[in-house]
């Protein structure tokens, strides 16, 4: 037991540990979504989150600890976004063919976001700092975080609101999409990357290239229209 006891507090302390497990707890949950058929409710993305925490609340470890070797992944997320333009590359001419219909489509779903967010809060009597956390939920964490702070919320619950949008909008957007009788492949992952970010990217792109390319383009173009449109809207507004 001593022996064991030594193990676990050497291998707690190592970055490499925290890195394993976060990729182990992603590859294992890929392969129950995988094994579920792909089912959107078993999100790959909310099961490793929950299986990370639970080691991290049960071993006592804090985030800064366990991101010492999750910083590595971390690091990854830029190429990884950066490579969305390759499927987005193979459907320029349908970008071409579609610009005034995603000009509209970006325009009206980055105000939608922005409302239904604080007007939900506002009734509910959150106060202008949890407004202005809640604003910018539909884009990338990087850009709503620093969105957030220029209008007086919190970076950091800002962080917490994108990623559980961007969970929920993989796991159910494909549901809604269907209960409302929108079938074309653009229009459906411009949907899902305009409201979800980079997790509905994902899931786009797990569904269809087509999908993934136009969730890809809306992602990017939806965390530009809301950094510029947010914060002219709350001086205004407040």
């Not at 995603?102 to 407004?131: E, K, N, R």
Request: hydrophobic residues 55%; positive net charge.
């Amino acid at each position: 037991m001593e022996n064991l006891r030594d193990t676990w507090v050497y291998l707690s302390a190592s970055p490499l540990f925290h890195l394993t497990l976060t990729l182990v707890a992603f590859q294992g949950a890929f392969w129950l979504f995988e094994k579920a058929g792909r089912n959107p409710i078993l999100n790959p993305v909310l099961i490793s989150v929950i299986v990370i925490v639970g080691v991290l609340i049960s071993t006592g470890t804090s985030y800064p600890q366990y991101f010492e070797g999750a910083q590595f992944v971390h690091f990854l997320l830029g190429p990884a976004t950066v490579s969305l333009a390759v499927p987005l590359y193979r459907q320029l001419a349908k970008v071409r063919q579609s610009a005034l219909a995603i000009g509209v489509s970006l325009l009206c779903g980055s105000l939608t976001a922005i409302f239904t967010a604080v007007g939900m809060a506002w009734l509910l009597g959150g106060g202008p700092d949890i407004l202005a956390t809640l604003a910018p939920k539909s884009i990338t964490a990087p850009v709503a975080m620093a969105v957030a702070e220029k209008i007086g919320g919190l970076p950091s619950l800002t962080a917490v609101v994108v990623i559980i949008t961007g969970i929920f909008g993989a796991m159910f957007g494909t549901f809604v999409l269907n209960a409302v009788g929108v079938k074309d492949w653009a229009a459906r992952g411009f949907a899902m990357g305009t409201a979800s970010h980079g997790i509905g990217t994902a899931r786009a792109l797990q569904v269809n290239e087509v999908a993934g390319a136009f969730a890809g383009l809306a992602m990017g173009l939806n965390a530009l229209a809301t950094a510029i449109l947010l914060p002219v809207l709350w001086a205004i507004v407040f």
